[in-house]
């Protein structure tokens, strides 16, 4: 018979009101590699809580091909939520934006893990916040290559936590190369914003050109006129 101990230290660096939070940092008292994962957004204040997708990745952090220490869990949006964020009135977070650069700015050693999913992709701010977050990383890290959750038969992009926990909890989990995505770019992001305009005014066109048909089929009809002007 043996006894096993372990250590796990928290840290939650918050506003006043706990109302964002900006990083849960949880470490171990083990050796292994320090990671920055940027997820979407935080459900929990407590230091003494973690939430499922947390909790998937602290028992996956000791797997061979991970082999972690510290994992610093930064976020997109900084408003903690503790069920689905709501995307109304979202909008880019700067102040995150802030925390965000000043942590990848200080732990140059710490590999960046992208595991935000698809979730987002085509909300504006979420978009938004993706190509600001890849600036900044290409700005204070150019050429520095970036990473994903992996197991066997996994092919999602920057599959979240709890997509892996729930698809691959019973695989080792690793790390492989994360690329980021063109639409993700600011020459993407131009492109899109780009196409979004001129759906729109292809849009409008369309709307203004059936109108006029249909003002057009009721000035030979007498159709749609008021009363008052059909009176002979």
Aim: proline share 3%; with cysteine.
């Amino acid at each position: 018979m043996k006894e096993s101990n372990g250590v796990l230290r928290t840290k939650i660096i918050s506003d006043d009101e706990n109302k964002h939070v900006y990083e849960i940092c949880r470490e171990f008292d083990t050796e292994g590699d320090e990671i920055i994962l940027i997820t979407l957004f935080p459900t929990i204040t407590n230091p003494n809580q973690c939430d499922l997708s947390g909790m998937h990745m602290l028992n996956h952090a000791s797997d061979e091909g991970l082999a972690l220490k510290k994992i610093h869990f930064v976020f997109l949006f900084s408003s903690v939520s503790s069920a689905k964020m709501s995307t109304k009135g979202l909008k880019l977070d700067k102040d995150n934006m802030a925390y965000l650069r000043d942590i990848i700015m200080k732990l140059p050693d710490a590999k960046i893990v992208i595991s935000f999913g698809n979730s987002m992709s085509r909300n504006a701010a979420g978009l938004e916040s993706k190509v600001e977050l890849f600036r900044i990383i290409n700005e204070l890290r150019p050429n520095e290559a970036l990473w994903q959750l992996e197991a066997d038969g996994m092919n999602e992009e920057a599959a979240h936590m709890l997509y892996a926990g729930i698809r691959y909890g019973d695989l080792s989990w690793s790390l492989s190369h994360y690329l980021v995505p063109y639409r993700y770019t600011p020459e993407g992001y131009e492109a899109y914003l780009k196409g979004k305009e001129a759906a729109r005014e292809r849009f409008i066109q369309n709307v203004l050109s059936k109108k006029k048909e249909d003002t057009g089929r009721d000035e030979k009809t007498g159709k749609g006129r008021k009363k008052s002007e059909n009176k002979e």
